[in-house]
């Protein structure tokens, strides 16, 4: 099992919709999580770190589940230029911290 | 600016011929890792440094070499490349608050 999982996608969606992610972790030991966004054939960037108490930023919203072990990403308003994959990283405590990164989850906006 | 660079960002070879990807960084940051990502794998950690003369292992280390002999380069280095290497790279380094601070990617193609 990996220790970071997410959909894959593609999640195709029309602009002005609501769309909803999530990532699974597999060590419970596990304290800090992020999202980072990757366009296509670039690097990947940080979208924004994830919180006990959940956080906002603009039109998305990042929220931790420590009992189910998933983080979960939500955009609202979907825009065009919000097409990109969406990289899930878990800090994982093991000897020094590393940073574990899911597969991506793709998002497709259209219009 | 803040960045980190590599070179060359796109490379083609033969089986076997020596080859060295640099990375640079102006951030003054002690840890840098290097990174391969392959479709449907995600981001895998190839080895990592936490600072100058101290390199580790990642989690898929074999047939790549490093060194970090300043502060601000970490160059990886394929003294026998083979098609298995194919890959788009990535060099980081991690900023305050774990913000993990990519360079554009060096896209190999080893025939």
């Known amino acids: 099992r990996k220790e970071v999982e997410q959909d894959p996608g593609p999640f195709n969606v029309p602009e002005g919709a609501t769309v909803a992610f999530n990532c699974t972790y597999s060590?419970?030991?596990?304290?800090?999580f992020f999202w980072y966004r990757q366009d296509c054939r670039k690097e990947p960037k940080l979208l924004m770190s994830v919180y006990s108490s959940g956080n906002e930023d603009g039109r998305f919203t990042a929220q931790l589940n420590r009992a189910s072990q998933y983080i979960s990403l939500l955009i609202r308003d979907s825009k065009l230029s919000d097409s990109a994959t969406y990289l899930c990283?878990?800090?994982?405590?093991?000897?020094?911290?590393?940073?574990?990164f899911g597969a991506g989850t793709r998002l497709a906006v259209h219009p | 600016e803040a960045q980190v660079t590599q070179n060359p960002r796109y490379l083609i070879t033969v089986t076997g011929k020596k080859l060295t990807v640099t990375c640079s960084q102006n951030?003054?940051?002690?840890?840098m890792s290097w990174y391969r990502q392959d479709p449907g794998l995600g981001l895998r950690q190839i080895y990592y440094s936490m600072n100058v003369e101290v390199t580790d292992k990642g989690d898929v280390p074999e047939g790549y070499k490093v060194s970090r002999k300043e502060k601000r380069n970490f160059p990886l280095i394929l003294e026998s490349p083979s098609p298995n290497q194919t890959s788009l790279y990535f060099c980081a380094s991690l900023g305050g608050g774990y913000e993990q601070y990519f360079g554009p990617g060096t896209r190999l193609t080893v025939t």
């Open positions: 951030m003054n940051h002690e840890y």
């Open positions: 060590n419970s030991a596990s304290q800090s």
């Open positions: 990283v878990v800090i994982s405590q093991g000897g020094y911290n590393k940073l574990i």
